[in-house]
């Protein structure tokens, strides 16, 4: 599974949108990109995952650029509940092995 | 639709005993995960259990540990003969089926070895 490189850490304001970039300039054509969070000491919760088109749900949006590179999460409206560490994970999917392999990831800081 | 549940939460154990970790998956999920979480460390692959079957321990440490998931009941992580390094939080995941790579946590257990 390709590497991933994200800030260590983040701040954005209540209310506003929060963009976490991740970099994955290793990414193979089947490899999908994965965003989970840890909300301190629970568990891992899944956000988001793509290929290639960006992808909305209730939680988030994930904007990947053209050639892959390269993705963006975006929280579109931050609340002080989304202060947590961010993971963008790149895996294949199918085949190959189910793990999850979790970096350092980006602690995002949501302040009032 | 109950999500993934793990207990104990906190389990406390002296150097030396066993510590065994229960994981319900969510209803209909037959593919399993361990994870640990050491202090002020990431979360790192332990196992990737299906019922009855070990696909992958390829994070398993090579001695104490070992884990299970049998045709009924909960999946079990069991650390024989404690130490003061086994000390973290333990999650489980689980997944409906393979190659998704959605797997849905549960709260965790936290192991103290006194």
């Known amino acids: 599974d390709a590497k991933t490189t994200q800030p260590t850490s983040m701040d954005c304001a209540e209310g506003r949108a929060a963009n976490l970039p991740c970099n994955h300039s290793t990414i193979s054509g089947n490899e999908y990109v994965y965003w989970y969070r840890q909300i301190h000491s629970q568990g891992p919760q899944y956000i988001i995952h793509?290929?290639?088109n960006n992808e909305t749900n209730e939680m988030a949006s994930l904007i990947i650029t053209e050639d892959r590179k390269s993705s963006t999460l975006i929280l579109p409206h931050a609340t002080l509940r989304d202060t947590a560490v961010y993971y963008c994970i790149v895996r294949t999917p199918q085949g190959g092995s189910e793990k999850l392999v979790f970096g350092k990831g980006t602690k995002l800081t949501v302040n009032p | 639709n109950a999500g993934v549940m793990q207990n104990p939460r906190h389990l406390v154990r002296r150097r030396g005993q066993e510590a065994r970790l229960r994981c319900s998956p969510m209803k209909g999920h037959s593919h399993v995960y361990w994870y640990r979480q050491l202090p002020e460390e990431g979360l790192k692959f332990m196992v990737y259990l299906q019922k009855e079957n070990i696909i992958d321990e390829s994070g398993m440490p090579k001695e104490r540990f070992s884990a299970e998931f049998p045709k009924e009941g909960p999946s079990i992580l069991r650390i024989q003969q404690v130490v003061r390094g086994d000390s973290a939080a333990y999650f489980c995941?689980?997944?409906?089926?393979?190659?998704?790579?959605?797997?849905?946590f549960g709260p965790g257990t936290r192991l103290t070895v006194t």
């Open positions: 793509g290929l290639k």
């Open positions: 995941a689980s997944s409906p089926f393979t190659g998704r790579g959605e797997q849905y």
